[in-house]
């Protein structure tokens, strides 16, 4: 069996120059030259220029052409074209050209990829064609896709490839070099030598490097290590990712409950893991859940819908506050003006303290060892700023409207709200993650209306009983 893909220095994975412009982004004038080959058929031009793209590159040309030039290159490529270019692309992109496919030849491809690629393909598909898919592959391929499609998404074994290397213990060097030198189907580039027993219970890995070093009648179980970062396979990959960065791994075994070996997680797949994770994290913090660009009008408008409509009804709440106060609004029109600098400052100030604490709960640094520092550092922050920002808005707020007393209860609420605003940017994301709900997605309507209705409440009320209105 392989390890699969890992990172390499070769030269056909840097970025080419004439490909992108001095801002890195995809150069118009190369674009041109491809959209213009596709418009006349010219399959050598395309076979010239596309043909030996790197599969990112490759990606970035599918999102910049319209659905008929993608699928009139794939025509006009033919066998040139590198499906796997289809796991850099939105999903949107993805499913539209597979879609546009039949599943023989969808089949046929799926044998060409890694594993890991084809898994990435095929799990997106209807039940019914990954099926009828899996069934025109070969026996020993089918089994291994639908085990990896039976984990979890977004788990380990959805990640891992099945492709790897493993020796018994017993074999001598000269055994495993003959070995990965004769056996066909083995992957190009590969870490690690897996140690298995017959069952295929992991017992430990040997390093390449180790290999080239030791005598050829060295026995494999002389020179083996404990593998002692195995990621379960049902583990999340974003758990998985957190293993590798906090090992600095280049690969990983992937194991089943009975600790068996059923795959590897290389370092390639888990910086996409990081990336999407990141990318995911700061999309549900703006309520905009799983969209892409790639994304139609109606599914874009259809995801943000929701969390706008509940930060509508948080709306109210806030307004609620202010109607109980109209009569002092009415007699000091000051107030109505100043009153949004408050809250508005209250909800930057806890998007801040917010946004520092879902990545922190994310990466795992913050737990409920650390919880009371982190909130007591956040309750210091949002003093502090609160004082100096307070000491601003009262002077500039005093000279504005030739009211002392103006100033000094705007700048009383300012310092309230910026309290208010430290605890609800870290407290509300804690519970949130405390009673299972994604602090990443519905933290920021939370937060928000808790500043605006403390600001609101804390400017309007202090003015209400410091001039006695009510």
Excluded: C
């Amino acid at each position: 069996m392989a390890d699969s893909q890992q990172v390499d220095d070769s030269p056909d994975r840097q970025v080419r120059p004439e490909i992108y412009d001095e801002d890195g982004a995809l150069s118009s004038v190369w674009l041109d030259g491809v959209v213009a080959a596709i418009e006349r058929d010219d399959t050598d031009y395309l076979r010239e220029h596309v043909g030996e793209l790197h599969e990112s590159e490759l990606g970035d040309l599918l999102e910049h052409l319209d659905p008929e030039e993608r699928q009139a290159l794939i025509r006009l490529m033919g066998t040139s074209f590198d499906f796997t270019a289809l796991t850099e692309v939105d999903e949107a992109i993805r499913l539209e050209i597979v879609e546009a496919m039949p599943n023989e030849q969808i089949a046929e491809v799926v044998r060409e990829l890694d594993s890991d690629d084809a898994v990435y393909i095929l799990e997106d598909l209807d039940e019914e064609d990954r099926k009828e898919i899996l069934d025109q592959l070969p026996f020993r391929e089918r089994i291994r896709f639908r085990r990896a499609l039976e984990y979890p998404e977004e788990s380990a074994g959805r990640r891992m490839q099945t492709e790897f290397v493993a020796v018994p213990p017993f074999w001598t060097v000269g055994q495993t070099i003959d070995y990965m030198r004769d056996e066909e189907g083995l992957p190009d580039r590969f870490s690690q030598v897996f140690v298995i027993d017959p069952s295929f219970k992991l017992l430990g890995a040997v390093d390449l490097d180790q290999i080239l070093r030791t005598k050829r009648l060295g026995k494999i179980e002389d020179i083996m290590h404990e593998t002692r970062h195995a990621i379960p396979a049902t583990m999340d990959q974003e758990e998985a990712a957190q293993i590798f960065e906090q090992y600095d791994l280049l690969s990983a075994a992937v194991v089943d409950e009975n600790e068996r070996l059923v795959g590897i997680l290389t370092i390639d797949d888990v910086v996409d893991v990081i990336q999407e994770e990141a990318e995911e994290d700061i999309r549900r913090l703006g309520g905009v859940g799983d969209e892409e660009l790639s994304d139609t009008v109606l599914t874009t408008s259809r995801s943000r819908v929701p969390w706008l409509l509940v930060n509508l009804l948080t709306a109210f709440l806030a307004a609620s506050v202010i109607q109980i106060f109209d009569a002092t609004i009415q007699q000091i029109v000051a107030l109505a003006v100043l009153m949004p600098i408050v809250a508005g400052m209250g909800g930057n100030a806890a998007s801040q303290t917010m946004t520092v604490t879902v990545r922190a709960l994310a990466t795992r640094d913050l737990d409920i060892y650390n919880a009371a520092r982190i909130i007591r550092r956040e309750l210091g922050v949002g003093f502090i700023n609160g004082v100096v920002f307070a000491m601003l808005i009262g002077v500039v707020a005093g000279w504005w409207f030739s009211n002392a007393q103006i100033g000094g209860i705007i700048a009383a609420a300012m310092i309230i709200n910026m309290l208010a605003a430290a605890l609800a940017g870290i407290l509300i994301p804690l519970l949130l993650d405390k009673i299972g709900v994604d602090p990443a997605v519905a933290s920021t309507v939370f937060v928000t209306t808790v500043t605006d209705v403390t600001g609101f409440f804390a400017f309007l009320g202090l003015a209400t009983w410091w001039f006695g209105m009510g």
